[in-house]
Structure formats: structure tokens, C-alpha cells
């Protein structure tokens, strides 16, 4: 009888139920602990000047009352980031004193860098990536991502070669601020606004530079979150607005009580370092000092009285290694227009039709508009934009082929922040493995397949009837591209010293500068081009 009664069940019934598919959180954890080892691995690397900035405000803000953290100047490396970071180092010097009281003092600690005090400071960075581990989590909690995807996309976040060259070997705190950037991204993409701007907020009271992105975040949640009419949407104003402002009053207004708001904004805002970095980031100013550097020799062979430039194209020291001799000079305000025209096609697409799912994109490809026209912008910075263009990476054979090409290109521009000889190897094999994740990550999950139709003509298949689905491959452009940075590199490590000796030592930098512009340059025209095709 139980099997007559099981034949009437309707077949739906005999299904099995669907997996469930959402991510638990402890599954994130076994690449974060990958990630973590590799990091404790790196302790006694190479560090820059970077760590000794650190130490100092973590000292400063132990030492020193708040009045004076933005007017001090004991050390050359003085505090610029906003107050929230200043809070973060000063919770970390409770720790720091228990550990070595000197590291944490103002005036004995100046270029203090003893055993236990570089331990302290790599486990700081190491400890504070669990932002990054969640918003990994978060980000990909969606049901549109399969386990795999899944954990493709948190390796490609998590062993970042980028982030691991900058944050534990040259030594800075991206992974968690980046964290928050996803968190933000995240909430946004789930449709809770509130939280999402408010995140940003937070994250721009720790690192000001994120602001490129702040004209996106305000069109887009102004039209997808103050909507509904016009009382409604003016109340929901008045409550993100409240929100953002509270978050502010909670960073600056200490510091505007004891009238130092002026000096924090100083600090922040040092526009007289130049329109580029000692090293040149790898964006459009590059062609633009070349050109002028190119026409003012010109002309001086020429017979014309110009002063042919002379900057310093290998220190690593902040000021300004562009001067111009014959093009006109830029001024931040220009630079800040050239962002602002460049961002305005996304602000145009979240104005008109404000889609979750193009939030990532759009914050990715301003950070993108600010890297490449921006003032005074490190090479670091590739980061903002890289890593979030991680999460959009599986959504097309289109896009993991571009994000290939970017993050190979990102990663190679940050090799001459280590230059000491023991650390090249390391630097190498991180990309190349990265390199390999990303390839065979990316075939698997857009192979080639070939669906023949069958026809009835004498039994045979139709080739005319075959179609290809979208398939990630290398094309020839981008395989003599790659082969181009090998070249670079070859030419820099081995073939200038045996050309030129020591004679041109700015060249190798130069040239890694300016090819990694150009593939830079790609990745904007490419970022530009999909977004204005989107629907």
C-alpha cells in the first residue's frame, strides 16, 4: 500500500529539494588562513619608510593630547590621514606600550624599530584583514554565485599579490580599508542604502583619498534611495544626511573644539607636492611629462633658450618631479575637473537608472578616473579599483579576461616598491601564482564549448549550425602585451646594465611606468565602453 500511495505523489514531489547554495561563513575562512600564513611568512621582509610612519603616529597619538596630533612636528613623517585612522593608531598603542614602551613613545621612539616592535606592527596589519575576510563573505552571499565562484572570488581578493606587496611587505593598512569599500559595496548591492553610505562615510574618515568615489555614492543613492515622492524622498534625505553628518561630527569635531580644523585640513590636502609622485604612477600625466620632456630637448637641440627639466625620476621621496618646460602647467583644480568630466558617463547611468547590480562597477571604474587623472596619485592607489573589480570579474568571459589583464599589469607597476635583491623572487612568484589562479580559475569557469545541431541531411552534423558560448582565452594583443612586460623586465634587471652601465638609472622605472600606463589606459577606455553600452 506505501508503494501505490508513493506512485500517486505527483513527480514534483519526488524531487530532491535544492541544495542550499548561500555561503556559511566559516567557509571563507580556510583562503583567509592561506592568505595569513603567507603573511606571517613575510614578516621579516623588506619594510619602507612606511612602517617608520606608522610607528610615529602611533606613537604621536600615545604621547600626545589630541590638540596637538595635527600640529606636531617631531618627525619629517607627520599625521595626514583623517581622524578616524588617528583613533585606530591610538587603539593600537594601548597594545603597543605593553609590548615596548619605547615604540611608543614620541621622542625615544624616532626610527625605532626593534624585534618585538616589527612583530607588533606586521601582526597589526595581518589581525586588521579580517574586515577584508567578511566583506569577501558578504560580498558574495548571493545566490547568483556557485561554491566555486565563490571561492575564486575570495582568492582573488584575499591573495591579492598587490595587497600583499603593499600591506605586509612595504608595509601600509589597504586590506581593511578595502574591506570596508566591499562592506560598503555589499550593502549597496542588497538594496540597504542607509548602511551602505554610511559605511562609505566612515571609510572616508579614515582615508580621504576613497572621496574620488563620493560624486558616485551621492547620485546613486539620491535617485535609488530618495525616492518615492517627494515627502518621502525628502525625509530619507534628511536621514542619510543626518547619518553622514553624525559620522563626520564624530571624526572632526573634536578637533574642532580645540580650533585645529584648519590644520587638520592642511594636512590632509598638502597640494604642494606636485602634480606626480617621485616614482610616476602608472597614468595619463606619465605621457604628458613625457611629451613636454620630449619637446623642450627638441627645442634645445633646436637652438631655443628653454630650460630643459631636470627632475629626479628614482627617488622615492614625496615633492615635485614634474616640472614643465613648454606645456602649460597642471593645477589640482584642473586635475580635479579631468576626474570630475571623466566620472561624469557613470553619474549620467546611476542618475538615469540607479541599478544595484552596476554599483561595484561604477565605484570601480571611478576609483579608475581618479588613478589616472588625479593629482599627486601613488601607484598604490591601482588598488582601489583592482580589488573591487574582483567581485565583477565572474560575470562575463568579457570581464575575467579584462580583470586578467588588469590585475597583471596592477601587480607589475608595484614591483619596483621592492627593490632589494632578496625580495625579488618573492615578488615574482606571487604574481605568477596569482597569475595561474587567475588563468585556470577563469578557463574552468568559461571553457570552450562547441553544441553541434544534428541535421537530417545524410546524417551528418552541419557546421554552419555550431556556436561557440563565451569563452575566456588570451588573444594575440594580449599575449604580446604580457610578453612586452616581460621584455621590460628582462631589459631592467639585466640588458640596461650591460647597454648603458650606469648612465640613465631613471630609464627601467620609466619604462615600467609608462607601459603599465598604457595597459591602465585599456582597462579605462574598456571600464568606459561597458558602461556606457549598459542597459
Known amino acids: 500500500m506505501n508503494q501505490l500511495k508513493l506512485a500517486k505523489l505527483p513527480p514534483s514531489s519526488m524531487k530532491t529539494p535544492p541544495p542550499n547554495n548561500r555561503p556559511q561563513i566559516g567557509g571563507v575562512w580556510w583562503p583567509a588562513l592561506v592568505a595569513a600564513a603567507v603573511k606571517l611568512l613575510l614578516i ?34 607627520t599625521l595626514d590621514y583623517p581622524p578616524f585612522f588617528a583613533y585606530f593608531e591610538k587603539f593600537l598603542s594601548y597594545f603597543a606600550a605593553v609590548v615596548d614602551p619605547t615604540m611608543a613613545d614620541v621622542r625615544r621612539g624616532l626610527n625605532y624599530a626593534s624585534p618585538p616592535a616589527i612583530l607588533f606592527q606586521r601582526l597589526s596589519v595581518v589581525l586588521s584583514d579580517v574586515v577584508l575576510v567578511y566583506a569577501s563573505h558578504r560580498l558574495t552571499k548571493g545566490g547568483n554565485f556557485g561554491n ?30 578595502l574591506g570596508m569599500l566591499l562592506l560598503s559595496i555589499s550593502f549597496l548591492e542588497e538594496g540597504r542604502d542607509l548602511i551602505g553610505g554610511f559605511v562609505f562615510a566612515v571609510l572616508l574618515c579614515f582615508k580621504h583619498l576613497f572621496a574620488v568615489a563620493a560624486p558616485v555614492y551621492f547620485v546613486y543613492l539620491f535617485r535609488h534611495y530618495c525616492n518615492g515622492g517627494l515627502v518621502k524622498g525628502f525625509v530619507r534625505l534628511v536621514i542619510m544626511g543626518s547619518a553622514v553628518l553624525a559620522v ?59 630650460q630643459a627639466p631636470t627632475a629626479s625620476f628614482t627617488g622615492g621621496l614625496v615633492g615635485d618631479s614634474s616640472p614643465f618646460a613648454v606645456l602649460p602647467t597642471i593645477t589640482p583644480l584642473i586635475t580635479f575637473v579631468t576626474v570630475i568630466l571623466a566620472i561624469s558617463p557613470c553619474l549620467v547611468k546611476a542618475w538615469r537608472n540607479p541599478q544595484p547590480k552596476m554599483v561595484s562597477k561604477w565605484i570601480s571604474y571611478a576609483y579608475t578616473c581618479g588613478f589616472l587623472f588625479g593629482w599627486h596619485v601613488h601607484e598604490k592607489a591601482s588598488l582601489h579599483f ?25 601587480c607589475y607597476s608595484l614591483f619596483p616598491l621592492l627593490f632589494e635583491a632578496q625580495e625579488y623572487p618573492i615578488k615574482v612568484v606571487l604574481l605568477l601564482l596569482h597569475s595561474l589562479v587567475m588563468f585556470f580559475g577563469f578557463s574552468s569557469l568559461f571553457p570552450r564549448r ?19 558560448t563565451p569563452t575566456f582565452y588570451i588573444g594575440w594583443f594580449g599575449k604580446f602585451y604580457l610578453l612586452g612586460l616581460l621584455i621590460i623586465e628582462i631589459w631592467g634587471q639585466f640588458l640596461h646594465r650591460i647597454v648603458f652601465g650606469d ?24 571600464q568606459l565602453r561597458q558602461i556606457s553600452l549598459s542597459h
Not at 565562484?149 to 581578493?157: A, D, E, F, Y
Not at 573591487?388 to 596592477?410: C, G, M, N, Q, W
Not at 562547441?450 to 555550431?466: M, Y
Request: aromatic share 20%; glycine share 6%.
Open 148 to 177: 566555486f565562484q565563490r571561492l575564486l572570488i575570495w582568492g582573488l581578493v584575499m591573495w591579492s599579490p598587490g595587497l600583499l606587496i603593499v600591506d605586509h611587505m612595504h608595509f601600509q593598512y589597504n586590506g581593511f580599508l
Open 450 to 468: 562547441i553544441s553541434a545541431t544534428a541535421t537530417a541531411v545524410k546524417g551528418r552534423r552541419d557546421d554552419n549550425n555550431k556556436q561557440e
Open 44 to 77: 621579516p621582509s623588506y619594510r619602507s619608510t612606511d612602517f617608520e610612519v606608522h610607528r610615529h603616529w602611533l606613537a604621536l597619538t600615545h604621547s600626545l593630547p589630541l590638540s596637538q596630533w595635527y600640529s606636531d612636528a617631531t618627525s619629517e613623517w
Open 248 to 306: 563626520f561630527a564624530a571624526a572632526y569635531g573634536p578637533f574642532w573644539y580645540y580650533g585645529q580644523i584648519q590644520q587638520v585640513i592642511h594636512r590632509m590636502f598638502p597640494f604642494g607636492r606636485g602634480l606626480c609622485h617621485a616614482y610616476w604612477a602608472p597614468n595619463f600625466w606619465v605621457f604628458y611629462i613625457i611629451l613636454d620632456k620630449f619637446l623642450a630637448f627638441s627645442l634645445v637641440k633646436l637652438g631655443f633658450d628653454i
Open 386 to 410: 583592482v580589488i573591487p573589480l574582483a567581485a565583477t570579474s565572474l560575470r562575463s568571459a568579457e570581464d575575467a579576461k579584462h580583470y586578467f589583464y588588469l590585475s597583471i599589469v596592477s
Open 503 to 526: 648612465r640613465f638609472p631613471f630609464l627601467p622605472l620609466m619604462m615600467i611606468s609608462i607601459y603599465s600606463a598604457i595597459g591602465i589606459m585599456y582597462s579605462w577606455i574598456w
